[in-house]
């Protein structure tokens, strides 16, 4: 893929909540351009919608109005089950709660989404076990989801996302739960995916300051529209 192709792109995009009589507008028109590649952070206050437009774009959500584009796939055009094929191929979600399953063990939750795809056991397998090593899950490889501390259970749900080597990596504050040190093991894995896979698109919520200072563009979320950063500033 030519590193300039635009691999992401969201016009008018709008998103509200009914709660009861109550309408909360929460994206009032997203813009936004993203190419192969490209790594963004996405701050905002709390409530500001970040969740919300990442799971659009997680096609876990559909937007009220407005048009999502990724990996030249118009997403209004994708039925639920050619939805969940797509999100299985092309893109990898780290959820702010992990929404890890409880029943299965780790090695399983990192697998889960490579077995969905059809991906050689053996080999599933072994991915499994280097992700879980490079998150630092070695040794609870075997625990189940809920037996995990609330930081493991952050790296368990990176490396599930990890697994099947997504075009576009969505995370919602992927450290938000770790200690200063394992959060740098974290963002040291981000770079190591960086330069083993420079194609990969990245969109991360954070507010670490260390993290978004790894991004190429920092976006700001205000008023349900995305500002860059330097606008911010003005
Ligand atoms: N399923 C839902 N039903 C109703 N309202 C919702 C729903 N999901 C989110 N909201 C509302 O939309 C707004 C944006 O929520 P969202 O989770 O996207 O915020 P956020 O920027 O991710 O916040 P945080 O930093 O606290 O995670 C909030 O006011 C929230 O109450
Ligand atoms: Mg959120």
Not at 145 to 169: D, F, V, W, Y
Not at 177 to 189: A, F, M, V, W
Not at 206 to 232: C, F, P, W, Y
Request: proline fraction near 3%; charge should be neutral.
């Amino acid at each position: 893929m030519n590193n300039n192709e635009i691999i992401l792109e969201l016009s008018g995009v709008c998103k509200h909540y009914n709660i009861g009589t109550h309408v909360i507008e929460v994206l009032r028109g997203i813009d936004l351009q993203v190419t192969s590649g490209e790594w963004l952070s996405l701050t905002g206050a709390s409530g500001s919608g970040k969740t919300t437009l990442l799971h659009l774009l997680g096609l876990l959500e559909r937007p009220d109005e407005g048009k999502i584009t990724a990996c030249g796939q118009d997403y209004s055009l994708l039925k639920r089950r050619a939805a969940a094929a797509f999100r299985r191929q092309k893109l990898g979600f780290i959820f702010q709660n992990y929404c890890l399953l409880p029943e299965l063990t780790v090695l399983e939750n990192i697998q889960l989404p490579g077995m969905l795809a059809g991906v050689n056991r053996r080999q599933l397998e072994k991915d499994a076990r280097e992700l879980a090593g490079r998150v630092g899950l070695y040794k609870r490889l075997d625990h189940r989801s809920n037996e995990l501390s609330g930081g493991e259970q952050q790296r368990a749900a990176i490396a599930r996302a990890l697994i099947n080597r997504p075009a576009i990596l969505l995370a919602d504050e992927p450290t938000g739960n770790l200690d200063s040190r394992t959060g740098e093991e974290i963002l040291q894995l981000f770079r190591d995916i960086r330069s083993e896979r420079p194609e990969c698109t990245l969109i991360m919520i954070t507010h670490n300051a260390e993290i978004a200072a790894m991004a190429d563009r920092s976006l700001v979320l205000r008023d349900g529209v995305i500002r860059q950063e330097k606008e911010e500033m003005e």
